[in-house]
């Protein structure tokens, strides 16, 4: 279960650092806007870290 969920991750990862700097940063919004509970979560499996402002996503 574990090496499956860590498959997922992986592949959510790669598709979002596919995405247009532009597109990064609105996907990323929408998601910690969606549920911002999971806002940390969301920033730390897509970016690694929790970005301080939105222009380290679009790096």
Not at 18 to 39: G, I, K, N, T
Request: proline content about 7%.
């Amino acid at each position: 279960m574990e090496a499956t969920s860590a498959k997922i991750d992986a592949a959510m990862k790669k598709d979002f650092e596919a995405m247009p700097p532009r597109m990064r940063v609105r996907m990323l919004d929408m998601l910690c806007e969606r549920d911002p509970s999971m806002a940390g979560w969301w920033k730390e499996l897509l970016v690694s870290k929790a970005p301080d402002c939105a222009d380290e996503v679009a790096r």
